[in-house]
């Protein structure tokens, strides 16, 4: 089963505007992890927050961890068209030596 | 510098039919995994390898073969194509001991009829 799950499934906003999605998980982790996978291409390693981490930034992307209540969110800060594309939390889970990928949110940013 | 390279990026078979996908990574990472990717499913991890020589299960392996006789290449076989296995795989590649940044290829995109 997966361990991530994204929420919104689908997301609209227009330009300008902050993008929010969030992902749960289900086990212990050593880090959480953000792709963004542009239409028909491979995914993108966008950013990593580790177990110990609350908040980290990159550019216009912040990520939140909280580990108690087992979730993760990005947020993306004056979203740009170009910044329309499917987006996924994996899971480094604890004991594991893969990552596993949730189903995704799709953020729409219309000009 | 090409990363992650997969080959072919498009492909039709029939059922009962088997092939091959090549990927190929220039960055000499020692891991290596296989995901399809499917409609409102998200990313499944076929089967991954942690260097030349091994490979192991993932979430879901029935119906694949994998091979890493090669650091730089990782080959996913279908022995006998079933219209379930259509789908879009994508091969990704870490460096040793680390899952904390994986590369991906652009995918194949595998249909089955």
């Known amino acids: 089963s997966q361990q991530g799950e994204e929420d919104p499934q689908a997301l609209s906003i227009q330009e300008g505007e902050n993008a929010t999605m969030n992902c749960s998980y289900k086990t212990s982790i050593n880090n959480l992890q953000w792709y963004r996978q542009n239409s028909g291409r491979g995914l993108v390693h966008l950013i990593l927050i580790r177990s110990n981490e609350r908040e980290k930034h990159s550019g216009r992307l912040r990520v939140t961890l909280d580990t108690s209540k087992k979730s993760s969110s990005l947020l993306i800060t004056a979203s740009r068209a170009a910044d329309t594309a499917s987006y996924f939390c994996?899971?480094?889970?604890?004991?594991?030596?893969?990552?596993?990928f949730g189903t995704g949110t799709r953020l729409l940013v219309s000009p | 510098n090409a990363g992650v390279t997969q080959t072919p990026k498009f492909r039709v078979l029939k059922t009962g039919q088997s092939m091959t996908l090549l990927c190929a990574q220039d960055m000499n990472h020692e891991y290596m995994y296989w995901y399809r990717q499917d409609p409102g499913m998200g990313l499944r991890l076929i089967h991954y390898?942690?260097?030349?020589?091994?490979?192991a299960k993932g979430e879901v392996p029935d119906g694949y073969n994998v091979s890493r006789l090669k650091k730089q290449n990782f080959l996913l076989g279908l022995e006998s194509a079933a219209p379930s296995q259509t789908s879009v795989y994508f091969c990704?590649?870490?460096?040793?001991?680390?899952?904390?940044?994986?590369?991906f290829g652009s995918g194949t995109q595998l249909s089955v009829l």
């Open positions: 990704a590649s870490s460096p040793v001991g680390n899952n904390e940044k994986l590369f």
């Open positions: 994996a899971t480094d889970a604890t004991g594991f030596q893969k990552l596993v």
């Open positions: 390898s942690v260097g030349e020589g091994t490979t």
